[in-house]
């Protein structure tokens, strides 16, 4: 039951203006929601002022002190009040607020810090000495002199002070620490030319160092891979593809992992527009639905993607935090994000994720030995004749053939190939070092393939391997004669909202390529005419509202195409070789040979290793012979 709003007369409502004070406390409530935006806002005027190197120091999570140290073009004395006044700026002239090109362009930052804490900004300019001045709770004081070489310091002192309601929302040290290594790790990877340091002061003194990354060199794409590498982790830009497309405008830049380093989450997807760090639903869908047809709905792509467009072509003044923007055509902005990615994907072949054999050599668990005493390699002679002497007698009751689950491979010396397999690898050209995937050596547990490889061994998964090589054909037949769509003998009729038939009638023609045909019948309702032959018999009402559904949380729908290709992989699935097949070793190869010739064949259809390569350095570890 509502109660009575005692804060409204009786009488006729008077209209007030709020006192500056009032203003800047509502301003800030909308740029600073924790120390994290006050954290992001400082370093972005750091950016835009042409700094190099930037320091930042916090104290309890932020709450008591936050302090940005950079080495920019600083502040002269007589703009410094101007600085803390609403709406003042340097950045645009005001005359067109989409003609934007840096980070901060609103001017509500600095008075919106001092409203709620105690804000001192020192700074000093190239060919003038260097001054300060402070602001408590909205209160400025006079400008001073001050001692600094160069640069600008910002000192924000017992944040939210002036509101305290707001800090019983914060949450703990700890948290809003973890919030401001965020920030500043994602304002690192739009700016990699740029050198970040992060302490921890709470203790008193220098502090702890807790993130820390030099300014790269080199060209801008090995610029962005060391940085990625910093902060994202070796493993990242190991198996990171790099990105680089353009199409009416837009270019796309970045790097994006393969499938096989999927994450169970999306913490792993980092979006840039114009250098800015945003969190917009259309990218994030468009990332989806490049990764739609690698990963399972439990994993998520990693990836660090930047769009830079003329400013014109996106409005970043959608929020107060600038957050998010709005392109002038989304749809090209979505398309390329896409193509680009899948172009990326199919470029990767069959590679997978280094990953899958670190994890593999964690399983691997030697047992502890004393000294190892190691000898030197042998000779590629001497090891043949030692080949030679091992294998067994001709009626020995243990010959490999005899044993269950033991392909009949012949056991040769290292490096050479049997003449069973130079028909599929081709005698007159040396295999090991032509072919990525070598050459089969022997198949175990009527499942696993072993195959050696120039650098060491590769150890592949049949029944996955070819049931991704059967659903790449199958999507590729698709793809060339379309999807047959089966006509239903009375058309479902499915009432909808005004607003719901509007937005399902716009995609109806995206629909149509997939074999569900749509169409208006009058009123708010939309007739289905046909449905996908390949579905069977489906319910066409509860198919449109699922499709309303996901537009309505990603923008757009993957629902009928994920149900087509869902039947294409139980197809595959079906079609492939089983696990529990005895494989010859010409038919081993000639799938090791398939696989190295069809994209995405590193992955199975749901995202997992279709096969993992050990190098011989980690295989001689794992037996101490290093």
């Known amino acids: 039951m509502l109660k009575e709003d005692r804060k409204i007369s009786e009488n006729q409502p008077v209209i007030r203006q709020l006192d500056e004070g009032a203003i800047n406390r509502i301003a800030a409530g909308e740029v600073v929601e924790r120390p994290a935006s006050a954290v992001k806002e400082l370093v972005e005027n750091a950016i835009d002022a042409g700094a190099s190197r930037i320091e930042i120091a916090i104290a309890a999570g932020g709450k008591t002190l936050i302090r940005v140290t950079d080495d920019g073009c600083g502040i002269t004395p007589d703009q410094l009040p101007l600085a803390l006044s609403r709406h003042a700026t340097s950045k645009i002239d005001g005359s067109d607020l989409l003609d934007i090109h840096t980070f901060g362009f609103r001017g509500e930052a600095l008075p919106s810090l001092g409203a709620v804490g105690r804000l001192t900004i020192t700074s000093r300019s190239k060919g003038f000495e260097a001054s300060s001045i402070s602001v408590s709770g909205g209160a400025i004081s006079p400008v001073k002199p001050a001692a600094l070489t160069a640069g600008t310091i910002v000192e924000l002192r017992d944040l939210f002070y002036a509101t305290p309601a707001r800090l019983k929302f914060m949450r703990s040290d700890r948290a809003e620490s973890q919030a401001i290594g965020d920030v500043i790790k994602r304002l690192a990877m739009a700016e990699p030319y740029i050198g970040f340091t992060l302490r921890d002061v709470s203790s008193g003194g220098e502090g702890r ?29 190991e198996n990171a593809l790099r990105i680089d497309a353009e199409r009416e405008g837009l270019r796309l830049i970045g790097y994006a992992a393969l499938p096989t380093y999927s994450r169970g989450s999306s913490v792993a997807q980092y979006l840039f527009v114009n250098g800015r760090p945003v969190k917009d639903k259309l990218l994030v869908g468009a990332l989806r639905a490049a990764y739609f047809d690698f990963l399972s709905r439990d994993r998520h792509p990693a990836a660090a993607l930047f769009v830079d467009c003329d400013p014109q072509m996106v409005d970043v003044n959608v929020h107060p ?57 042998p000779s590629l002679g001497a090891r043949a004749a030692g080949y030679q002497m091992q294998s067994p007698l001709p009626h020995s009751i243990s010959e490999p053939h005899d044993m269950p689950g033991f392909a009949e491979t012949p056991m040769m010396p290292s490096g050479q190939i049997p003449e069973s397999h130079t028909a599929s690898l081709g005698a007159d050209e040396p295999a090991l070092t032509q072919y990525p995937l070598g050459a089969a050596r022997g198949q175990v547990h009527e499942n696993y393939i072993i195959a050696q490889t120039e650098t060491g061994m590769v150890i592949v998964d049949q029944h996955a391997a070819h049931e991704r090589l059967v659903y790449e054909k199958l999507k590729a037949q698709m793809a060339e004669n379309g999807v047959a769509a089966q006509a239903l003998l009375i058309p479902e009729i499915v009432e909808l909202s005004e607003s719901d038939c509007a937005r399902l009638l716009a995609v109806a023609e995206e629909l149509t390529k997939f074999g569900l045909t749509i169409e208006a019948f009058g009123g708010t309702a939309i007739a289905v005419r046909e449905t996908p032959a390949i579905l069977g018999e489906v319910n066409a009402r509860a198919m449109v509202l699922d499709i309303l559904d996901e537009l309505d949380d990603q923008g757009e729908s993957h629902l009928v195409l994920a149900k087509i290709e869902a039947i294409l992989s139980r197809v595959a699935c079906h079609g492939s070789i089983r696990s529990g097949r005895r494989m010859r070793a010409d038919e081993m190869n000639a799938l090791l040979r398939e696989m190295e010739s069809t994209p995405h064949s590193g992955q199975c259809n749901h995202g997992r290793p279709t096969y993992v390569e050990l190098k011989l350095a980690d295989i001689e570890r794992l037996f101490g012979r290093t």
């Open 321 to 377: 935090a600038k957050s998010e923007v709005r392109f002038r055509d989304p749809g090209v902005a979505r398309g390329l994000i896409v193509s680009a990615l899948r172009h990326a994907l199919a470029e990767a072949g069959h590679r997978a994720s280094t990953t899958v054999a670190g994890a593999t050599l964690g399983a691997m668990r030697p047992e502890p030995t004393g000294r190892v005493y190691q000898m030197d390699r």
């Open 209 to 237: 160092v807790s993130f820390r990354t030099e300014p790269q060199n080199g060209d801008l794409f090995d610029a962005l891979h060391s940085r990625l590498a910093r902060i994202l982790g070796s493993e990242f830009a």
